[in-house]
DNA sequence: TGTAAGCTTGAATCAAATTCATGGTTCGGG
DNA sequence: CCCGAACCATGAATTTGATTCAAGCTTACA
């Protein structure tokens, strides 16, 4: 059975917590709702127990040592998070609240423009958006639910597929006018292309769906957004590869078009809704889910 | 005076972080040096304080409840961060523990080379590398120092210049003849060039600090990753711009060489020793700090 | 120089953690 | 089917340790 870490007293690393934090023994007394007196015995019990001294006393003033400021400033952290933990777990609002993290190009836009609609289905639903590119654990950083992109393999998840990435063309209207639009590969050749720098073989891969040779890429114009990649075929650029269900939107608004018909390239990959395989999710988190799943459903 | 986060009993946290880790209060209770009765009275108590239900009982097994386990699972690292603080206050170990973060490029290629020399100069140091490519809050993750790139104007930390940043060509040897290498900048034109898909505007620079124009770069071999930058010139596939003092190592074991005479391109970046400004370096970090100065100097 | 603000100290008190002794539940083996 | 082993629960007793109280120091500043 292994050994559990030694901790220090921790009353006195509470204590101690206040008293950095405020800067004197008699705001954290009052804070903790007890006296100074209480404090001054703690801070120093935690002093002898480190063998350290955190507080340099010179009469009524008293300053963290450099090795307190570490302390504090490492230790502070661990509060937060239990504070948090405990707050999530108690309080009726935290036990609404669910965390979802997923790439930022399909929150902007594809849940942020359906996020009214889940109101109206889960009524108080408090729901925090995580937007980042890592793949994060999910246990680790407490999210509650994740859209992840890719083939649906990952450890230490249970996945459940959303729906497909299609890839599609797109354009200003008029960008491509009608005539050319019946020849694609001569097109494509002859406009300037836009790509994402993170994904290099979408173009191949849609060009291969639809039986054209692969586009030339060497005069492409390169970004590493999603963001920057529409807003450049809205303006005119070129022609951009874009993604279903992130162009929905935008060919709805008709601020795009999709010149070439035909089938659309799928891009192998899905977007996959996935949460820690040992974890059921909370009740909150389950409405949640089943929401995006019905939302997914309607795109297809 | 803003009031404190209400923190649940913390030594019935304790027990509770115990009995969920070990998954029976008999070896929580021998772990932390009391009986069992003791892990059950603080559990019950802390259940009764969250007002939640944290193990399903059954007999003699007990079973963590989806709260419990999502509770284990969030304040878990809090008390993983309260140890590895307390440890590196309290021991003679930990005090000799400096954290270092820099680019993965310059750890590589710039650092590990010159490592065996630290401990010469800074007998019994226990340094530890975290090489990351996002700046991290330092005090928050507890990062004593940190090699950063770029112009040396970062918000809460205080920094001193190491070495600038200088751009120079390489390649494979015997890439480029002699006689070409009188004419950079039609050899540029001529040979196929490598180019960091992050960095895309180095050539440009290099170029207009030699008094050469812009060389195209539509057919350049791309990469996101300076490894794979300097193991494609080395492997002849073409003219890369390495960044000193990344290459120094290669060109003196002349697995590269820089064909072209001549000034050097600064890039104008340098790379810059960072801490948090509002802590004092402990002494062990004060002395890898110094080192790390000593080590740039000499490359200047 | 005196006084207010604020921390310290040590003894006294009180709350909380822990133990002890006992009882109850489940499970597996004879 | 029953018994014993393994484990957790419970409540009263006890011990630990957190907190207070009252008095004393130290420093800053008026």
Redesign the interface.
């Known amino acids: 059975?292994?050994?559990?870490?030694?901790?220090?007293p921790?009353?006195a690393?509470?204590a101690f917590h206040?008293a950095a934090?405020?800067g004197r023994f008699r705001?954290a007394a009052?804070?903790?709702g007890i006296t100074e007196s209480g404090i001054s015995h703690q801070v120093r019990k935690l002093e002898d127990w480190?063998?350290?001294r955190l507080f340099e006393r010179s009469g009524p003033r008293i300053k963290l040592t450099?090795?307190g400021?570490?302390?504090y400033?490492?230790?502070d952290?661990?509060?937060?998070?239990?504070?948090?933990?405990?707050?999530?777990?108690?309080t009726p609002a935290g036990r609404n609240r669910v965390s979802l993290t997923l790439p930022a190009s399909l929150a902007t836009y594809w849940l942020i423009p359906r996020l009214d609609g889940l109101e109206k289905a889960c009524p108080g639903i408090d729901l925090e958006l995580v937007t980042t590119s890592r793949l994060i654990d999910l246990?680790?950083e407490?999210v509650d639910l994740a859209i992840r992109y890719g083939g649906g393999q990952w450890p230490d998840v249970t996945v459940r597929r959303l729906m497909p990435e299609q890839l599609v063309p797109v354009a200003r209207p008029g960008f491509v006018a009608a005539v050319e639009a019946r020849d694609p590969a001569g097109t494509l050749a002859a406009k300037r292309l836009i790509m994402h720098?993170h994904y290099p073989q979408q173009w191949a891969e849609w060009a291969a769906a639809n039986g054209h040779p692969p586009p030339a890429l060497?005069?492409a114009l390169r970004f590493s957004s999603t963001d920057q990649i529409l807003a450049a075929a809205a303006q005119g650029l070129g022609i951009a590869i874009g993604a279903r269900p992130m162009v929905d939107q935008m060919l709805e608004a008709r601020s795009l078009v999709a010149p070439f018909d035909g089938p659309r390239g799928d891009s192998g990959a899905s977007y996959f809704l996935a949460w820690?395989k040992?974890?059921?999710p909370?009740v909150a988190a389950g409405k949640v889910a089943r929401w995006l799943e019905t939302q997914a459903m309607r795109d297809l």
């Open positions: 059975m292994p050994d559990l870490p030694v901790l220090p921790l009353s690393l509470r206040a934090r405020f705001d009052t804070a903790l480190l063998s350290v450099s090795d400021e570490r302390y400033a490492a230790i952290p661990a509060f937060g998070e239990i504070r948090a933990a405990t707050e999530a777990l108690r246990k680790r407490g720098t060497a005069g820690p040992d974890l059921k909370t």
